[in-house]
């Protein structure tokens, strides 16, 4: 990585940065940051390297890394959308072919999880209640 505030053209040797200018000293500057980095793990050095910015710019290049990110992403989850659909009309079509249609199939299903989810609560509600009716006892049994 290296820094983004290059007040002064490499090529012309021409002063570009009017806040150079303005301020005399490039550390005077208020969008001058200095900052650590350490170093990608696979470089040979690992010294931490003291790099200095210009923050507008070292901000417009950090967008413009979260953008291309972004990108990826979007593009990463297009793909799976289309695997998804081309999975669900392979399960219809095989749901034809063998005589099952597939959204009966899906509602039976989500109706066997809502009656295993029903039959868990009330399973954890009589747990409850005779815990509950133990601490009862027991409170009883200690008044006495």
Request: glycine residues 8%; contains cysteine; charged residues 30%.
């Amino acid at each position: 990585m290296k820094g983004t505030c290059n007040p002064i053209d490499e090529k012309t040797g021409k002063v570009v940065c009017g806040m150079l200018e303005l301020f005399g000293e490039i550390r005077k500057c208020p969008n001058y940051v200095e900052s650590w980095w350490k170093p990608n793990p696979l470089d040979g050095d690992q010294t931490p390297k003291l790099i200095g910015d210009c923050a507008p710019v070292r901000t417009l290049m950090m967008i413009q890394e979260l953008h291309n990110r972004l990108v990826g992403v979007e593009k990463s989850q297009e793909q799976l959308r289309n695997e998804t659909v081309w999975t669900e009309v392979v399960a219809h079509v095989i749901g034809k072919n063998i005589g099952i249609d597939l959204s009966k199939f899906v509602e039976e299903r989500q109706r066997q999880i809502r009656v295993i989810e029903l039959k868990k609560q009330q399973e954890l509600g009589l747990d409850q209640r005779q815990m509950m009716e133990k601490q009862k006892e027991e409170k009883s049994d200690g008044v006495v």
